[in-house]
């Protein structure tokens, strides 16, 4: 599963067994493997809508949500949340199985668009900048063009002189 960093994620899973089973959430990831918190459901079952769980961990205490089939939800996911989530279910026989689920969590990098924003301001000053500069240009060369033609009609004029 893919989701992005303030989400929430809902593992969903169906449990059947002999017996009242108990379940254990875990997360495992490179460096790091943490019990979530265990379930064990009433003697009416799973989907009988008793039990609870408990030992939950202090990093998922305020953020992990139970439900009556053992199924998780996590909210406000961080990025250390990234990882492997494993749901180990064992019988009163003693034996167990495990399921597990891949979370990848991503940051949403605002600072790219930030990037683009600020790149583009700049681009639009520069053109701003350019067009004024050529703008002024233009009305320098006209008045140098005139001042030019206004000479040259003072050294080109000729006296009439009397016959």
């Known amino acids: 599963m893919t989701r992005s960093v303030q989400e929430d994620v809902f593992f969903s899973v ?3 067994c002999q017996g009242v089973p108990t379940l254990q959430w875990t997360f495992m990831s490179g460096a790091v493997s ?11 079952g799973i ?9 939950i961990t202090a990093d998922y205490i305020d953020r992990v949500e139970t439900y009556a089939n053992g199924s998780l939800g996590l909210a406000r996911l ?4 990234a990882g492997f989530y494993v749901l180990t279910v064992t019988e009163d026989s003693g034996s167990s ?37 050529m703008w002024l240009l233009n009305r320098a060369y006209k ?3 005139a001042c030019r033609r206004r000479r040259e009609q003072n050294g080109n004029e ?5 016959l």
Do not use: H
């Open 14 to 16: 169906r449990v059947t």
């Open 34 to 44: 943490r019990s979530i918190g265990s379930w064990r459901p009433d003697s009416s």
């Open 47 to 55: 989907g009988g809508g008793g039990g609870s769980f408990s030992n």
């Open 78 to 81: 961080r990025l250390a949340d």
């Open 97 to 133: 199985k495990d399921s597990g689920f891949v979370l990848k969590v991503n940051e949403v990098i605002y600072e790219d668009l930030q990037y683009l924003s600020v790149s583009a301001l700049v681009l639009v000053c520069l053109a701003g900048l350019l067009m004024l500069s």
């Open 143 to 145: 008045k140098i063009k």
């Open 158 to 162: 000729t006296e009439l002189q009397p």
